[in-house]
Every structure is written in C-alpha cells, then in structure tokens.
C-alpha cells in the first residue's frame, strides 16, 4: 500500500504562483509513475502532469509553459510548480501513484485563484 499526503494549495491572484508537495510513504518501490490531476466543481477529474523514471514527464496542453512537475527521490516527494496562475486553474489538486495494479489518490489540496 502507498499514502500520499498533499500540501502546498492556497488562494493567490492570477498571475502568481504556487507548489503543491506530494510526499509518499508505503510501498515506495512499487511506484512507476506519479501525477497531478485536478478537478473544478460540477467538472470531471484530469490529468495535468504526470512524472515517470522511463517516459520523462507529460503536460495538459492548458498547463504546459507554466506548469513544471519534478520529483526528490531522496525525500519520495513530487512537487508540481504552477506559475501564471489563471483564474481557469482553480480546482482541487490530487496527488496520484500508480503502482499497478494499484492507483493511489492523495487526499486532495484546493487551489483557488482570484481573477
């Protein structure tokens, strides 16, 4: 089993910035890809960034330019970079591991940006 604890969301202006932290714990070793997705009210859950050790990483086309997921081995944490904030960016935040067959979510963090 993998837990992923989320931290980092807030309220900020368009235009500012913010970095989401998701720090594993569990059965680390499992683990072959990490993402971000978010999910707006009434909208359904995507995918904005994903991490992986063979494939590199991938973006949303609405984030890519502004968005940089990376991750520390050492401190088993993925951290998602958000820059040019846009009012469109306000969702909640979930961390996601996958560790097949197994798909982990973290509990989620709101990002609330203010036009």
């Known amino acids: 089993q993998v837990q992923l604890v989320e931290s980092g969301g807030g309220l900020v202006q368009a235009g500012g910035s913010l970095r989401l932290s998701c720090a594993a714990s569990g059965s680390i070793v499992n683990i072959n890809s990490m993402g971000w997705y978010r999910q707006a009210p009434g909208k359904q859950r995507d995918l904005v960034a994903r991490?992986?050790?063979?494939?590199?990483?991938y973006y949303a086309d609405a984030v890519k330019g502004r968005f940089t997921i990376s991750s520390d081995n050492a401190k088993n944490t993925v951290y998602l970079q958000m820059n040019s904030l846009k009012p469109e960016d306000t969702a909640v935040y979930y961390c996601?591991?996958?560790?097949?067959?197994?798909?982990?979510w973290g509990q989620g963090t709101q990002v609330t940006v203010s036009a």
């Open positions: 991490i992986t050790s063979r494939y590199g990483t």
């Open positions: 996601n591991a996958a560790a097949p067959p197994f798909f982990t």
